[in-house]
């Protein structure tokens, strides 16, 4: 594949500044790994118990060529509302509340109707690092299987589709 | 110039090139999708089944579907918007490499729905222009050739049978059988072996089921699944032309002459032959009609009758479930239930046909199976509490670890007679177009009130079966939810040329070399899955081919 700018656009997200307003004053500045990485704990920690680091699974999902683009852009948008949500409520951005005020946070944005689908939404790929083949990069050495007694099929696959 | 060329590698297709090419006919078929060995059928959840990988994008290639409302209208679905996919299985072989293989016959009574049962209004119901006994010799071939593996046993609404039994024996299946076997005989109902197009043993040049857990949705990585690939085209000299999406059929007022395909990147080519068979599965080849209108056919190829597109069908009926837990079972109960690979492979026939208050009803199958094994959607069912709240953290561990690994779901599917009607049709759409360039299929989709009728009498069947296994949390669901791999209709065969689109051989009335091979042809569905009868009628055409071009 070539390098093109659109690529490395692409590949810049995770690791690029989200730019919180509150009103039309700039107020934090977070990355959207940051903010996944976190709330992948807060919604399944024992993913990191088993050793599965599911938030660099979100690389894979925004490179995805069957993801669309409105999927991803909902993504990117869930995490700029949930930090703007922690803004308002807290003044300070998702990443940095307590573990208390964040499952406070939580509760409050998955009872509203973006909220609620972008947890679900969270989930699901959080869910497929840890549960999918381990070829996709989550999914340590099948942790994941083994907690739940779950075998997989033969054969496997030999590379991530993308 | 070659004999025949052949659009779609299918169910209707592969049969086709099999019969031709093994009779030293020069056969040529155009499939849109790659071609895949078994090789490439991995078990990748995330590849194969949610980002499918095995269908077309929809940013590239969709339907616009219009869903008929109870207040007469239409509401409008831009299939990318709304990720509404109708889209198969695009490879060599077709959505046969992906299929369970649940082999059920078409009965007697399924060809003359209209004499049997009578007018239901609002439907277009007609008799077939063949009769069961017709295609009988066909399914027998099937048996034999694509390979269907189960035990008959006789119940009331058994077909009548050339072969005594099944070539193959039964599959091996889960201990929980034998309680529904024991239940379904105190409750008087006659359970019986699901037939399956999976070799249950080496056979046919091919390996038996190595019960990999991963059947449905799935491509068969030891060719024992019975897809037109694995048993039909690796085993005949047909010339398969990969990303080849036929756009346009060429004619005079007599004669196909030319089918024009693109490639993936958009470079034209065309194949000249004797004779062309349309096998794109039943949307796509009315769409490829439509769109392939010329002077001496305005309204699209062979559709003098204005029946192209028209009286398309799905399956109708739904799907419903029950869970055995581990508090309901002895510890060997708990072991046999949790033994995975093996199949469930039950099915029910007790009520093909009711009465009910004096009236008689045409019924349908009921088919048993467990849920499906995919991790990442039996994890992500368990999500929201009982309130309907999102569940996350410890709660949601404890639930998920509890349900995955001391129950299990067993799940059933109805299967009745999506009637025909002047509401559900497929169209073209002049504006939106293809990633060629090409516009796109308009499904219109209604489901006629009877068959919600029909669909909850035999769910409440298999309620109570459920219930009597002991089963928690059944709930079922009949609806209008068109089901797209159970897609018929569109091209109905019969013997008036004003009414049908198809002859009774599936030889467009209105050309001498047009034939059209998957269930297009079908003026009504029956009550069980579409693969074997598609396979079987494939069959009875390519000997009307074989016999056209020997002179």
Same mark, same amino acid.
């Given at each position: 594949?070539t390098?093109?700018r659109?690529?490395f656009?692409k590949?810049g997200?995770l690791s690029?500044?989200?730019f919180l307003m509150?009103?039309?004053?700039?107020f934090?500045?977070?990355?959207?790994?940051?903010?996944?990485?976190?709330?992948h704990? #807060?919604l399944?920690?024992y993913?990191?118990?088993?050793?599965?680091d599911?938030a660099?699974?979100?690389q894979r999902v925004f490179?995805?060529?069957?993801?669309?683009?409105?999927?991803?852009?909902?993504l990117?948008n869930?995490v700029?509302?949930?930090?703007?949500e922690a803004?308002?409520?807290y003044k300070?951005?998702?990443?940095?509340?307590?573990?208390a005020?964040?499952?406070?946070?939580?509760?409050?944005?998955?009872?509203?109707e973006?909220?609620?689908?972008?947890?679900?939404?969270?989930?699901?790929?959080?869910?497929?690092a840890m549960?999918?083949?381990?070829v996709?990069?989550?999914?340590?050495?099948?942790?994941?299987?083994?907690?739940l007694?779950?075998q997989g099929g033969?054969?496997?696959?030999?590379?991530a589709?993308? | 110039?070659?004999d025949?060329?052949?659009?779609?590698s299918?169910?209707g297709?592969?049969?086709?090139?099999?019969?031709?090419?093994?009779?030293?006919?020069?056969?040529?078929?155009l499939e849109?999708?790659?071609?895949y060995t078994e090789?490439?059928f991995t078990?990748?959840?995330?590849?194969?089944t949610?980002?499918?990988?095995?269908?077309?994008p929809?940013?590239e290639?969709?339907?616009?579907i219009n869903?008929y409302?109870?207040?007469g209208?239409?509401?409008?679905y831009?299939?990318e918007?709304s990720?509404?996919?109708?889209?198969?299985?695009?490879?060599?072989g077709?959505?046969s490499?992906?299929?369970?293989?649940?082999f059920?016959?078409l009965?007697?009574n399924?060809?003359?729905?209209?004499?049997?049962?009578g007018?239901?209004?609002?439907?277009?119901?007609v008799d077939w222009?063949?009769?069961?006994?017709?295609?009988e010799p066909?399914? #027998?071939k099937?048996?034999?050739?694509?390979g269907?593996s189960?035990?008959?046993?006789?119940?009331?609404?058994l077909?009548?049978?050339?072969?005594e039994?099944?070539?193959y024996?039964e599959?091996q299946?889960?201990?929980a059988v034998q309680?529904f076997?024991?239940?379904?005989?105190?409750?008087?109902?006659?359970?019986?072996?699901?037939p399956?197009a999976?070799l249950?043993q080496?056979a046919?040049?091919?390996?038996g089921?190595?019960?990999?857990?991963?059947?449905?949705?799935?491509?068969?990585?030891?060719?024992?699944k019975?897809s037109?690939?694995?048993?039909?085209?690796?085993?005949?000299?047909?010339?398969?032309?990969t990303?080849?999406?036929v756009?346009r059929?060429?004619?005079d #007022?007599?004669?196909?002459?030319?089918?024009y395909?693109y490639t993936?990147k958009?470079?034209?080519?065309?194949?000249?032959?004797?004779i062309?068979?349309?096998?794109?599965q039943?949307?796509e080849?009315?769409?490829l009609l439509l769109n392939s209108?010329?002077?001496?056919?305005?309204n699209?190829l062979?559709?003098?009758?204005?029946e192209?597109?028209?009286?398309?069908i799905?399956s109708a009926g739904g799907?419903?479930?029950?869970?055995?837990?581990f508090e309901?079972l002895?510890p060997?109960q708990?072991?046999e239930?949790m033994?995975?690979?093996v199949?469930f492979?039950r099915?029910?026939?007790?009520w093909?046909?009711?009465?009910k208050?004096t009236k008689?009803y045409k019924?349908?199958?009921?088919?048993f199976?467990?849920?499906?094994?995919?991790?990442i959607?039996r994890v992500?069912r368990?999500v929201? #509490?009982?309130?309907?709240?999102?569940?996350w953290?410890?709660k949601l561990?404890?639930?998920?670890?509890?349900?995955?690994?001391?129950?299990r779901v067993?799940?059933?599917?109805?299967?009745?007679d999506w009637?025909?009607t002047?509401k559900?049709f497929?169209?073209?759409?002049e504006?939106?177009k293809?990633?060629?360039?090409?516009?796109?299929?308009?499904?219109n989709l209604?489901?006629?009130p009877?068959?919600l009728?029909?669909?909850?009498?035999?769910?409440?069947k298999a309620?109570?079966?459920?219930?009597?296994?002991?089963c928690?949390?059944?709930?079922y669901?009949?609806?209008?939810a068109p089901?797209?791999n159970?897609?018929?209709?569109?091209c109905?065969?019969?013997?008036?040329?004003?009414t049908?689109?198809l002859?009774k051989?599936?030889?467009a009335h209105?050309?001498q070399n047009?034939?059209?091979?998957?269930a297009?042809?079908?003026?009504?569905?029956?009550?069980?899955?579409?693969?074997?009868s598609i396979y079987a009628n494939?069959?009875?055409?390519?000997?009307?081919?074989?016999?056209e071009?020997?002179g």
């Amino acid at each position: 594949m070539t390098f093109s700018r659109r690529n490395f656009l692409k590949a810049g997200f995770l690791s690029s500044a989200v730019f919180l307003m509150d009103g039309c004053s700039l107020f934090g500045v977070t990355t959207p790994i940051k903010t996944f990485a976190i709330l992948h704990h #807060d919604l399944f920690p024992y993913a990191q118990e088993l050793g599965i680091d599911t938030a660099l699974y979100m690389q894979r999902v925004f490179h995805h060529s069957r993801i669309s683009e409105a999927d991803k852009t909902f993504l990117k948008n869930g995490v700029k509302w949930l930090n703007e949500e922690a803004l308002s409520q807290y003044k300070k951005e998702y990443t940095k509340l307590s573990l208390a005020q964040r499952e406070a946070l939580l509760l409050h944005v998955s009872k509203t109707e973006w909220g609620e689908s972008f947890v679900y939404d969270v989930m699901n790929y959080m869910f497929e690092a840890m549960l999918g083949d381990p070829v996709y990069g989550g999914n340590n050495k099948e942790a994941g299987w083994q907690w739940l007694n779950f075998q997989g099929g033969q054969p496997r696959p030999q590379k991530a589709y993308m | 110039m070659v004999d025949v060329c052949i659009i779609g590698s299918g169910a209707g297709g592969s049969p086709i090139a099999y019969e031709l090419a093994n009779a030293g006919f020069d056969v040529v078929v155009l499939e849109k999708g790659a071609n895949y060995t078994e090789d490439d059928f991995t078990k990748d959840e995330i590849g194969v089944t949610r980002r499918d990988m095995f269908t077309p994008p929809l940013s590239e290639q969709k339907h616009i579907i219009n869903e008929y409302q109870a207040d007469g209208t239409f509401t409008r679905y831009d299939g990318e918007e709304s990720g509404w996919s109708f889209w198969n299985g695009s490879m060599v072989g077709g959505s046969s490499n992906l299929m369970s293989g649940y082999f059920h016959r078409l009965k007697p009574n399924d060809f003359k729905l209209k004499s049997v049962y009578g007018v239901i209004k609002g439907a277009n119901v007609v008799d077939w222009p063949i009769s069961y006994e017709e295609l009988e010799p066909y399914y #027998d071939k099937v048996e034999k050739v694509v390979g269907v593996s189960g035990k008959i046993v006789k119940h009331k609404h058994l077909e009548p049978r050339s072969s005594e039994d099944l070539p193959y024996p039964e599959l091996q299946t889960n201990g929980a059988v034998q309680w529904f076997d024991r239940t379904c005989k105190a409750l008087g109902y006659e359970a019986i072996p699901t037939p399956r197009a999976i070799l249950s043993q080496n056979a046919l040049g091919r390996n038996g089921c190595y019960y990999s857990n991963f059947c449905g949705s799935y491509g068969c990585a030891s060719g024992a699944k019975g897809s037109g690939r694995a048993a039909l085209l690796q085993k005949c000299s047909a010339k398969i032309i990969t990303d080849a999406f036929v756009y346009r059929l060429e004619s005079d #007022d007599k004669k196909v002459t030319r089918a024009y395909y693109y490639t993936k990147k958009g470079i034209r080519h065309s194949v000249q032959a004797k004779i062309f068979v349309v096998a794109a599965q039943a949307i796509e080849t009315s769409r490829l009609l439509l769109n392939s209108k010329n002077r001496y056919f305005p309204n699209g190829l062979a559709n003098s009758s204005g029946e192209v597109g028209k009286n398309l069908i799905f399956s109708a009926g739904g799907s419903g479930s029950g869970r055995f837990v581990f508090e309901k079972l002895t510890p060997q109960q708990q072991k046999e239930l949790m033994e995975v690979g093996v199949f469930f492979n039950r099915s029910l026939q007790d009520w093909y046909a009711y009465e009910k208050e004096t009236k008689q009803y045409k019924g349908g199958t009921i088919d048993f199976l467990f849920e499906h094994q995919n991790i990442i959607s039996r994890v992500m069912r368990e999500v929201y #509490d009982e309130n309907g709240n999102l569940l996350w953290g410890e709660k949601l561990k404890e639930k998920l670890h509890k349900r995955l690994t001391t129950s299990r779901v067993l799940t059933f599917e109805v299967f009745n007679d999506w009637l025909p009607t002047d509401k559900c049709f497929v169209g073209v759409d002049e504006k939106v177009k293809d990633k060629y360039g090409v516009p796109v299929g308009v499904i219109n989709l209604y489901g006629h009130p009877h068959d919600l009728a029909v669909g909850e009498h035999l769910a409440q069947k298999a309620v109570k079966v459920l219930e009597k296994l002991g089963c928690e949390e059944i709930s079922y669901s009949i609806s209008s939810a068109p089901p797209p791999n159970l897609v018929a209709g569109g091209c109905r065969f019969g013997n008036d040329a004003k009414t049908s689109v198809l002859d009774k051989n599936c030889k467009a009335h209105d050309l001498q070399n047009l034939y059209v091979a998957d269930a297009s042809f079908m003026p009504t569905g029956g009550s069980v899955p579409y693969t074997w009868s598609i396979y079987a009628n494939s069959f009875r055409v390519a000997d009307v081919i074989k016999k056209e071009l020997q002179g």
